[in-house]
């Protein structure tokens, strides 16, 4: 095994503020411990069950976090948000993804930690990555030896860093990845793996996370959790016991052979890597304020600004409108007037979704072929030429289009994005994604009822080319766009073919095109609620 990097040298000004030390660059926070150490772990092994728990084990697998789930504290239970846009005005990912990286002993408090900042940081999109996931497989008999606590979990040897570095390196630029699931009780990584889409802002937690020089340099923000090695042998005593079903003898015996001989020789050594040391782990407040702090300040300096306007230019070349006719002119007016009964204003969209959706079939890439007729003669036509298109719906509103698009494809596959706008922010979040597998070599028909700003299917196009779908074989096609939000897309995804009924000049203060279609909050508001369209799956799933 390779020996910790390392860390360059680095003058260190401390600022005494009461009983806090801060060290810059290099900052390092200490707090004295409050009471004796002696009553706090008599508080600890006070509580220490001395046999395996019979209750359920509250976790028994790594800990990275997927879609993100709720943050339960003391005081209230968090409902992470939408993840917010990861890629700029450009439609490309934004440079780099914000990387906290936590080390620490075992049991000294990394996850604690880490969950605090994610709480602090008011529940952006935050990914959890964690070390324990990235164990390597063992064999039947390095299986049989960590059974009987006699294989090393805690060096470096353990751990599958080529995969790790992997997985970081492409979180960090934005993308999607697959990480595995290992599990405490079999020593075996689960069949299942869990799908991680990248954010702003990484987490990333384990004991060797600094004792790697590639993995070093992906970090852009290094924190050593420091905490006494008679707390931490206790929290592993505990946390062991209780949660993984091992017995007193074997945690000891393990931690004396392999657990500490590993946090002096691989662990202790790279605090000097770190650029915040914190004593006490998730109790000292005033080291996770200055993390947070911290984050916060990079946040800011990536906001995209994905409502630009193109006031002056004209119209994409890559924008197609339905012709107007006098039929089409005639169905507008009455789905714009105000005054419209509801069942006016379902039949009368409707039809205009299906003219819709039969003008957008035009554009996909057809191939002459030969019949012969029942008569015998023969006739030269076209055949599409692809095997697949598939339909993905822009919840909530974009969702009412998809009957229109399935009675005219047939066997279509389907799929769904939920999409809102952050009302502090102004920005859109992903919330619920569905989509068919192996879509990259498909055509997909992207629709949302109206488009004002373009910045939810800014989003919804995004995360196609993530899921590699071709941008030229993306067709965006709404009932009615406004100016800004065809020439934002078009900017950003030039070669996305954007289809429409109609284009209108603005969007006043609250995004609502002008003149637009009359209450524009009757696609996902008026037709849902009416049963029309059944009820929707994204309610269905309790998402709301």
């Known amino acids: 095994a390779s020996s910790p990097p390392a860390a360059e040298a680095a003058p260190r000004v401390l600022c005494f ?16 411990l ?7 772990l008599n508080s600890l092994v006070g509580r220490l069950p001395l046999t395996p728990s019979l209750s359920p084990r509250k976790r028994t697998t790594s800990q990275s976090k997927t879609e993100p789930p709720l943050l339960r504290t003391s005081k209230r239970t968090i409902y992470t948000a939408g993840r917010p846009p990861w890629y700029n005005e450009t439609g490309t990912p934004f440079k780099e993804a914000f990387v906290i990286g936590l ?17 602090a940081l008011d529940v952006p999109w935050v990914v959890l990555l964690s070390m324990d996931s990235f164990y390597k497989v063992l064999n039947k008999e390095k299986q049989e030896q960590a059974a009987c606590n006699e294989y090393n979990f805690d060096h470096p040897d353990a751990f599958d860093f080529d995969l790790l570095i992997s997985v970081l390196r492409k979180l960090k630029e934005g993308k999607s990845v697959k990480v595995p699931v290992y599990d405490f009780t079999t020593h075996s990584r689960s069949k299942e793996w869990k799908i991680i889409y ?21 970090l852009d923000m290094k924190v050593f959790v420091d905490t006494d090695s008679d707390i931490r042998l206790v929290r592993r005593l505990k946390r062991d016991i209780m949660e993984r079903g091992r017995d007193v003898a074997g945690v000891i015996k393990q931690y004396s052979k392999f657990v500490k001989p590993a946090f002096e020789q691989y662990i202790e050594p790279t605090m000097q890597a770190a650029d915040i040391v914190v004593p006490r782990g998730g109790e000292n407040f005033v080291a996770l304020d200055l993390i947070v702090q911290h984050v916060h300040s990079q946040l800011e300096k990536v906001s995209a600004a994905l409502a630009s306007a193109h006031q002056g230019q004209p119209l994409p070349t890559t924008l197609s409108v339905l012709e107007s006719t006098p039929q089409v002119r005639g169905m507008h007016t009455i789905i714009r007037n ?14 205009l979704m299906r003219l819709l959706i039969e003008y ?3 554009f996909l890439p057809l191939k002459p072929v030969t019949v012969e007729t029942p008569q ?36 279509i596959r389907l799929g769904k994005i939920l999409i809102q706008t952050n009302h502090d922010t102004g920005e859109p979040e992903l919330h619920y994604l569905r989509l068919p597998k192996e879509i990259s070599e498909d055509y997909v028909i992207l629709m949302d009822s109206t488009v004002s700003t373009g910045a939810a299917a800014m989003m919804a196009i995004r995360v196609l080319l993530d899921h590699d779908v071709q941008e030229e074989r993306i067709f965006l096609l709404s009932l009615l766009m406004a100016e800004m939000g065809v020439h934002s897309v078009a900017y950003a995804f030039p070669r996305v073919r954007i289809i429409t009924t109609a284009v209108d000049k603005r969007v006043n ?3 609502h095109i002008i003149p637009g279609i009359g209450k524009q909050l009757w696609f996902s508001a008026t037709l849902f609620c009416s049963g029309w369209f059944g009820e929707p799956e994204w309610h269905r799933s309790g998402i709301v």
């Open 360 to 362: 957008a079939l035009s």
């Open 376 to 411: 015998g003669t023969i006739y030269d036509g076209k055949r599409f030429h692809r095997q697949r298109i598939t339909g993905i719906s822009i919840l909530r509103a974009g969702e009412t289009m998809e009957q229109a698009l399935t009675a005219v494809c047939k066997d």
């Open 198 to 218: 990248g954010a702003n802002v990484i987490v990333f937690e384990g004991i060797l996370s600094f004792a790697n020089k590639e993995l070093l340099q992906l």
């Open 17 to 32: 503020v009461g009983r806090v030390g801060i060290a810059f660059p290099h900052v390092s926070v200490s707090l004295r």
């Open 103 to 119: 080390c620490g002993g075992s049991a000294s408090g990394k996850t604690t930690v880490a969950n605090k900042i994610i709480e």
């Open 509 to 511: 203060e609250e995004f």
């Open 34 to 40: 409050s009471g004796s150490r002696g009553a706090a």
């Open 338 to 351: 105000k005054d419209t009964s509801r069942d006016e204003f379902i039949f009368y969209s409707k039809r």
